[in-house]
């Protein structure tokens, strides 16, 4: 059952396209700057521009916006932004790691009519799924999520399919999945490799597991998608940097702190215990 509510909170805040002729990169920048400003302040009203009825969710919840991590300054060491003019999107990547308390988070907020209509953010820190924000942050600050050249970008179905091939797999291990090599996956503050060529993302997969109610945000730009998901009744975010047509990086947020059937977290945890962690 709470696997199910998992579903159905997933299907009500599913997104509704938004087809405003005048959703730029810039606009949406602009509005994803406001997020991390928002944050850094502690002052939820700094993000802007807000529908007067938007939706907000924390790890998949309804939330209150005034009182949510918002609420909190953040010391925010680490942000990066994925904008998806075709949906009026965006992703935000963000890491405190030397505040008060540490935090890696994941914000995916969408536009209608040129105004946020709805927030999904998901909020990890010390408890969940190998959670490292120093980790985190050293390893995501090396990364090159820089933007692809035109002439070598690949379309939007060609991102979407390497990284829902990735997510398949978790489930019928015969997927073919576009490994790129090097690859390199940060698993909460744990990485696959060290930075060098010999960098691999294809191990340490878990089988038997359906990560489920998948919401996509693409940038082809940087050849990203991030997609929010149901880790067997757990909140979790893969994102991914395609490059072309294979993968490249893989970072994954998950929430433990959920309420969740001790069955789901059974699974759950037993899926994860295939990963490597070193």
């Not at 995916?108 to 709805?118: A, G, L, P, R």
């Not at 999520?145 to 990284?163: H, Y």
């Amino acid at each position: 059952m709470p696997e199910m509510l998992s579903i159905l909170v997933f299907s009500i805040i599913t997104p509704v396209v938004s087809f405003a002729g005048n959703c730029t990169r810039e606009f949406l920048k602009t509005s994803a700057d406001s997020l991390v400003a928002a944050q850094t302040a502690g002052n939820p009203e700094l993000l802007q521009p807000k529908s007067n009825n938007f939706e907000y969710h924390e790890n998949f919840a309804e939330a209150s916006f005034t009182a949510g991590i918002l609420s909190s300054p953040l010391k925010v060491d680490h942000n990066r932004h994925s904008l998806d003019t075709t949906q009026c999107a965006t992703y935000t990547e963000i890491v405190s790691a030397t505040g008060s308390k540490p935090y890696v988070i994941g914000v995916q907020m969408y536009f209608t009519d040129n105004v946020i209509s709805k927030v999904a953010t998901l909020i990890t820190t010390t408890g969940d799924w190998l959670f490292n924000a120093t980790g985190t942050l050293y390893w995501a600050s090396r990364e090159d999520w820089s933007t692809i050249p035109e002439e070598k970008r690949d379309s939007r179905d060609v991102i979407q399919a390497a990284a829902e091939a990735y997510l398949n797999l978790f489930s019928d291990n015969s997927t073919v999945v576009p490994w790129g090599y090097p690859c390199s996956r940060l698993e909460g503050g744990m990485y696959t490799g060290n930075g060098g060529p010999n960098d691999r993302c294809d191990v340490g997969i878990p089988s038997g597991v359906s990560l489920v109610s998948r919401r996509y945000v693409i940038d082809e730009t940087a050849g990203a998608v991030s997609v929010f998901l149901s880790f067997s009744g757990l909140p979790d975010s893969h994102e991914f940097r395609i490059e072309g047509g294979k993968l490249r990086y893989v970072h994954t947020i998950t929430v433990l702190s959920v309420r969740a059937n001790g069955k789901e977290k059974m699974r759950a945890r037993k899926a994860m215990a295939t990963y490597p962690t070193n």
